[in-house]
């Protein structure tokens, strides 16, 4: 966890806040998109009114030319296979007739044949189990052969001439063409009648804005009026709330931080907020409030507050951060906490009590904890330790997990600088006690 930016501080008091300013953004949030889609709709509006005349033009003979057309999806290459079967009536009746015949004479069409070829074989085909199967293909075959045979004879008994429908599909495709070139672009006929179709959905609603284009503006300014007000409702309660989460947490973890060896530090979780008496600029709001977050801390009685940044040591802010995260994991745990020098400049009952909140903490989530000081190590669940060794010229590193009588002994060399002294042993065995 990161606390020295100002946006990681404000995640953190939110956070830390939990329904109540999740309710109050959430509903800030609703508002603060509400006023900037109709910033930008009146911004566009604008923009079109100025040069609305022919941009209205240009809409209306477009939808007037497009409600005459009725155009529908997939007409165009609907029409082209018209034309094309229309326009080849005699070439078609001559192919198909030949198929006909090739199909059903009664000496050498193909049906005759392949019935001849089928009876053969299934005169003999409970001989021999290749020729079954044989004759089971050549049914098959047969069938869809004559299915075939019958589908051209109805083709060739519907097949007929017709100019009138030929020169109506002709023209049509004539006029769709003429449109798409008036209107659409390059490309295929079918994807540019399904762009003008979607484009022609919304080309009322665009004249519509366009041509009440003045009373429109002056209505939509009147909504941002009243969106504007609602925000700044909006935005101030957001701002009370977390003044008054700011001010809890400042006083949990000063709590806490007084048990981490800082007994004189104070922490605050500052809320900066304009003044709402008055009607704040746009650019007042962000997305998260109006609200700057910042976390100071006080070394002294009497001593100034400074950003926790300047304000700390390396140890005393991984203290800060455990502090944090002590408090906010009874409201809202997160995964996992890695923590490094958390035990820097501690020793004796402070580093006890630097334990004692790392597992405390570890009842919430998992607490990863690099630390040289028994005090703290003796509070883990799980111990390990790590090892280098050299051979020759390249030096190794390996990790290993302590338990039991090796714990102690490793517990006491941490104490004591080596594992065999007996008051260190015990000592090791008092501290590993405690947590249980």
């Known amino acids: ?97 030949v198929a006909q015949v090739l199909f059903t004479d009664e000496e050498k069409g193909i049906v005759t044949a392949l019935g001849q070829v089928r009876r053969a074989l299934e005169a003999i085909a409970s001989k021999d189990l290749a020729i079954a199967q044989i004759a089971e293909s050549v049914t098959e075959a047969f069938y869809l052969i004559e299915e075939a045979s019958i589908s051209v004879s109805t083709y060739l008994e519907d097949l007929e001439a017709d100019p009138v429908r030929l020169d109506s599909a ?58 504007m007000k609602e925000l700044h409702k909006r935005a101030k309660l957001l701002s009370q709330t977390r003044v008054t989460s700011a001010s809890t947490l400042s006083s949990l973890v000063s709590e806490e931080i007084h048990s981490l060896s800082m007994p004189h530090t104070q922490f605050s979780c500052v809320v900066e907020s304009p003044d709402y008496s008055t009607a704040l600029p746009i650019s007042a709001f962000t997305s998260t409030g109006c609200d700057e977050i910042s976390m100071v801390l006080q070394g002294h009685k009497d001593g100034p507050f400074v950003p926790v940044a300047k304000g700390a040591s390396g140890g005393e802010l991984s203290r800060v951060m455990l502090a944090l995260e002590v408090v906010l994991a009874k409201s809202e745990p997160v995964g996992t906490y890695v923590f490094d020098e958390v035990d820097a400049g501690v020793g ?33 669940d799980s111990h390990f330790v790590v090892n280098k060794s050299v051979d020759g010229t390249v030096v190794q590193s390996g990790v290993s997990e302590v338990q039991g009588d090796a714990r102690v002994a490793e517990i006491a060399r941490m104490l004591a600088g080596h594992e065999e002294s007996k008051s260190a042993q015990e000592h090791a065995t008092e501290l590993l006690e405690m947590r249980r």
């Not at 604008?46 to 997939?74: N, Q, T």
């Not at 762009?195 to 009373?215: K, P």
């Not at 580093?351 to 509070?379: F, M, N, Y």
């Open 170 to 227: 002709q023209n049509r495709r004539s006029e769709i063409v003429s449109f798409i070139k008036r209107f659409g672009k390059a490309g295929d006929p079918d994807e540019q009648i399904a762009e003008l179709i979607a484009q022609n959905s919304i080309v009322r609603d665009s004249i519509s804005d366009l041509v009440g284009g003045d009373d429109r503006l002056s209505a939509m300014k009147v909504e941002l009026e009243i969106a």
């Open 348 to 380: 004796g009952k402070a580093a006890v009590e630097v334990g004692r909140r790392l597992h405390e903490l570890s009842t919430h989530a998992q607490v990863i904890v690099v630390t040289h000081l028994p005090q703290v190590a003796a509070w883990a």
């Open 1 to 97: 966890m990161s606390i020295t930016k100002s946006i990681k501080q404000r995640e953190i008091l939110d956070r830390f806040a939990g329904a109540p300013i999740s309710s109050c953004l959430s509903s800030y949030k609703e508002s603060f998109e509400t006023v900037h889609d109709l910033r930008n709709r009146i911004a566009a509006l604008a923009a079109s009114v100025a040069d609305r005349d022919a941009e209205v033009s240009r809409l209306k003979e477009f939808a007037d030319a497009f409600a005459k057309l009725k155009i529908v999806l997939g007409e165009h290459s609907a029409l082209v296979n018209d034309i094309e079967r229309l326009g080849s009536v005699e070439d078609l009746r001559e192919g198909a007739s």
